[in-house]
């Protein structure tokens, strides 16, 4: 909380500099998207804050919305001068053209299709991916969400190399759902399944080239998840962000992009040495106040949303007026994070055209080729004499270049440790959390934590094995002595 305190008063009034849109995109990608990383700490749930820490969390929580409202109003008086198209950005599907096009079975590519991955959560997931490397993997890139920016839309423009030839239409007689055609395909790329058809029409992918998260990190799936098996293009599909339901997570964002980090990694692993990550749109945190909420503008309205109504000729004394990305018809949308209807409780935002919601992140990670992970040890460790035992892990003996500069083909290892009964194969203890072993790093220090309801006699040689935790690679195995009742207090 300290942090954004101090990144919200660095950045005070930032928006008076502002002389067109791409002013406020530029200031946003480059350090403006800090505060929405920072901020997320004041909105995950804690029944553990003391009271007193609670109500500066609240004061600055009000502060973080205050700022929020502050520098869209700003962009959205240029958008509404200048329009989006001066944004001159690629949509994300145009983004990745040319690495989907060129991917062939020496260089192989893998395409990470995420929902609602805002951009200063792409800005953290590349950080996750370069932690460690002897050289950064990961690089960031703007690209734009159409509008209005809602999945149905926004999924359709991360198809790569499409968007010139979508169109967009509201089917006016079922339920004013959206179509999204395409020259050549009959489908609706609204539909995910017909997303999909597309993909493996185009690019002619191989049956099992369109996965989940959970496939790729189901360990049952193992054999299945390489080049050879899936082929040279994979795409990989996400919604951990956003559930659908107007509302993320309650526990925060940082286990979600580590879950992504690790399906990175996976793919790696697979033989996918370039990966690419896309997503349909931003959104944010809002928990708008009565006055805040706007009147629908007036027209022939077609489709609504809290953030945005389609229709023609629709008018509205203050909403931005724009066109539906590929599309004849009109679209009004609130200034700033206003809204033209909600609902109770913390909202979870999008559809309108924030800094938040309009610019995503496109992150392209590469690795070599001939890249291989680092090797790890276990320091040597003869008894178990701790319920809460540390454990020191450190990078194997590894080559460096000649001017003892790390070879920039190793790459960093999540690792993990457990002790289990050598007989039954029974855990015993496990490592708190992964840890990073670094090229170039020195060794560190895994917590073990008893495994509830394990049995083991004090005297009992047990297995302590050091392996990795994308793969579940084993690295080393030992043996060491119990020397601790697993009853006891200490």
């Avoid at 949308?333 to 109770?344: E, Q, V």
Wanted: hydrophobic share 40%; proline share 5%; net charge neutral.
């Amino acid at each position: 909380m300290t942090k954004i305190a101090s990144l919200l008063y660095q950045q005070s009034r930032i928006e008076t500099t502002w002389k067109a849109p791409i002013d406020a995109v530029t200031w946003f990608t480059h350090t403006g998207w800090q505060v929405d990383h920072a901020g997320e700490v004041l909105f995950c749930e804690s029944t553990e804050i003391p009271d007193g820490l609670a109500e500066i969390r609240i004061t600055i929580r009000k502060a973080y919305l205050r700022h929020l409202d502050r520098i869209n109003l700003a962009f959205s008086e240029l958008l509404s001068h200048a329009g989006v198209q001066t944004l001159n950005l690629p949509f994300a599907g145009d983004a990745i053209k040319d690495f989907v096009e060129k991917a062939s079975s020496k260089d192989p590519v893998a395409v990470l299709v995420l929902d609602a991955c805002r951009y200063d959560l792409g800005c953290r997931l590349a950080e996750l991916l370069n932690q460690g490397e002897p050289s950064p993997r990961a690089a960031i890139s703007q690209a734009i969400a159409p509008i209005p920016s809602i999945t149905a839309l926004g999924m359709p423009f991360t198809l790569p190399g499409i968007s010139a030839y979508l169109n967009v239409e509201l089917n006016t007689a079922k339920d004013a759902s959206w179509s999204v055609t395409a020259e050549g395909f009959s489908g609706n790329l609204s539909q995910a399944e017909k997303r999909q058809e597309w993909l493996k029409k185009k690019y002619k992918l191989k049956d099992h080239a369109m996965l989940t998260i959970e496939n790729v990190l189901n360990p049952k799936m193992a054999d299945l998840i390489s080049v050879k098996s899936l082929g040279k293009l994979v795409f990989v599909f996400g919604d951990d962000f956003d559930d659908h339901d107007e509302k993320l997570k309650p526990l925060g964002l940082d286990q979600i992009l580590e879950l992504y980090a690790r399906v990175v990694r996976r793919l790696r692993s697979a033989g996918y040495s370039k990966v690419l990550v896309v997503t349909d749109h931003g959104f944010f945190r809002w928990e708008p106040e009565t006055d805040e909420v706007q009147p629908k503008p007036v027209g022939e309205i077609l489709w609504t949303s809290r953030r945005a109504v389609v229709g023609h000729n629709l008018k509205h004394p203050t909403a931005i007026s724009c066109k539906v990305t590929r599309s004849n018809l009109d679209c009004s949308i609130p200034r700033s994070i206003n809204a033209f209807k909600t609902y109770g409780g913390l909202g979870f935002f999008h559809g309108g055209a924030t800094l938040q919601e309009l610019i995503i992140p496109v992150v392209v990670v590469q690795w070599p080729k001939k890249a291989q992970k680092i090797a790890a040890v276990l320091k040597p460790v003869a008894q178990i004499v701790s319920l809460a035992q540390k454990i020191e892990v450190a990078p194997a003996a590894m080559q460096k270049r000649m001017f003892g500069t790390v070879d920039e083909n190793l790459l960093s290892r999540q690792v993990c440790v457990k002790v289990q009964d050598p007989m039954t194969g029974k855990l015993i203890f496990k490592s708190r959390n992964p840890m990073s072993i670094e090229p170039g790093g020195g060794s560190k220090t895994l917590d073990l934590m008893k495994v509830e309801g394990a049995e083991a006699k004090v005297g009992f040689n047990l297995d302590i094995v050091l392996f990795d935790a994308d793969d579940e690679e084993i690295l080393e195995r030992t043996s060491v002595i119990l020397q601790i009742e697993l009853d006891g207090w200490f």
